[in-house]
Structures are given as structure tokens and as C-alpha cells.
């Protein structure tokens, strides 16, 4: 079974910090990466999918890259806000679990103005 | 935008009783999922759909069954509510495996 880990489980920096989550897997032979956003007490947002084919992917100021033959994504978060305070989650599929997610246990951000 | 809706958004049930959490999607996704979330434990997969009427096992179906009448609605069954089901259900629904997976709000269940 694909294990997913993240690390750290909780991080603080200050406004404006540029940041990197970490997420490794046990299994490098994933179907796709995706990485999400849960603010407390709500379900989960979904911020980048990787192939397994790709690299990387951007959106606004998150940059995810997959290496897979080292078993890790990053989620890269640039010039980071108040408004980025969550927890981000990764998950990865494998063929062997029917293509369904297994989610590592989140990283818990809070940047402090 | 695609949209998971989920029944309830909290519930409280006693034990033993038979608990029906419903999960509906607008964008006509092929896949649906059931995961539940528990501090220290993370999100783990009970049941999961491909189609109407099929249904996959996830890591921890026992105690639950699922129902897919409709290709819109996923039903998450708790055939005898116990204690240790207290938790946030979560419902997701995909086009595609290699979509993105999109999530309801949750329900939080607490079972006395």
C-alpha cells in the first residue's frame, strides 16, 4: 500500500516568506500527485495535479514538482500571506489501490502577519 | 464549479442505530469516494465508485456500505453505528482518474 508522508506537521513563518512542503511516497510507481488545501472544519480544495509523466505545475504562486524516482513532491508557496494559513495535504495514486487517492497527514501553515 | 454537496453538515446518532450520510455532485463525474478524517490518523478510504451500482473497498470499509443508484448520488451507510465511527465523513467525486478530486464540506458525525 502506497504510504504518504508529510513533513513537517506544522510550520510558522512570517508574512512574505517564501516556503516548501515536503511530501514523499513510498510507491514511485504513482498514476498522479495532487496536493490540496483543508481550512479548519471544511472539506479539501484541490491546488495542483501532477501527472506522473510531468515535473511540475504552477498556479498563481504554488509551484508543485514530482520526482519520483526519489519518492517526493514539493509544494513550493511564494511570498506567502496571511490568507495562505491552512493545512495542505499531498496524495498519491497507485494502480494498485484502484487509482484512488492515499493522503499524507498534512502539513498545518500559519503565517503570521 | 463543481459542486459535492453533502446531506448534513453535523449529526448526532445513538448506537446501533442504521446511519445513511448522502453525497450528491452536479458535474456528472464518473468517480465517487467516501474517505473519513481523524486527528492523528488522517483521511482514510472507506468505499469508492466508478460507476453506477459498482462499488469498490477502500482500507476500512468494515461497518460500512455504500449505495450508487444514481451516477450523481453516493450513499455512505453505517449498518449499526458504533462509537469508534465518530469522525468527519468526507465525500469527493472525479471525472477521471487523472482529474483533479473535488470534496463536500464534510459531515461531522458524532455517534453517543
Given at each position: 500500500k502506497q504510504e504518504v508522508t508529510q513533513i513537517p506537521a506544522a510550520l510558522s513563518v512570517p508574512e512574505g516568506e517564501n516556503l516548501v512542503l515536503n511530501c514523499s511516497f513510498t510507491?514511485?510507481?504513482?498514476?498522479n500527485l495532487q496536493w490540496f488545501r483543508q481550512d479548519p472544519g471544511k472539506g479539501l480544495t484541490s491546488l495542483l495535479l501532477i501527472q506522473s509523466s510531468q515535473r511540475e505545475q504552477t498556479s498563481g504562486r504554488l509551484n508543485a514538482s514530482l520526482d519520483k524516482s526519489s519518492g517526493r513532491s514539493t509544494l513550493y508557496i511564494a511570498a506567502?500571506?496571511?490568507?495562505?494559513s491552512a493545512t495542505y495535504l499531498c496524495a498519491a495514486s497507485n494502480s494498485n489501490s484502484g487509482y484512488a487517492l492515499n493522503f499524507g497527514k498534512g502539513t498545518s501553515l500559519l503565517v503570521t502577519p | 464549479d463543481v459542486k459535492v454537496t453533502q446531506s448534513s453538515r453535523y449529526l448526532v446518532k445513538r448506537t446501533g442505530e442504521k446511519v445513511f450520510l448522502e453525497c450528491v455532485q452536479d458535474m456528472d463525474h464518473e468517480n465517487m469516494f467516501w474517505y473519513r478524517q481523524d486527528p492523528g490518523l488522517g483521511l482514510r478510504l472507506i468505499y469508492f465508485s466508478y460507476d453506477v451500482k459498482m462499488k469498490e473497498k477502500g482500507d476500512i470499509p468494515e461497518g460500512y456500505s455504500v449505495s450508487r443508484e444514481k451516477k450523481e448520488r453516493f450513499s455512505l451507510i453505517l449498518e449499526s453505528a458504533s462509537t469508534n465511527q465518530t469522525s468527519m465523513y468526507l465525500c469527493a467525486s472525479s471525472s477521471e482518474y487523472d482529474s483533479p478530486l473535488h470534496f463536500g464540506n464534510g459531515t461531522r458525525l458524532t455517534v453517543t
Open positions: 510507491d514511485s510507481a504513482i498514476y506567502s500571506q496571511p490568507g495562505d | -
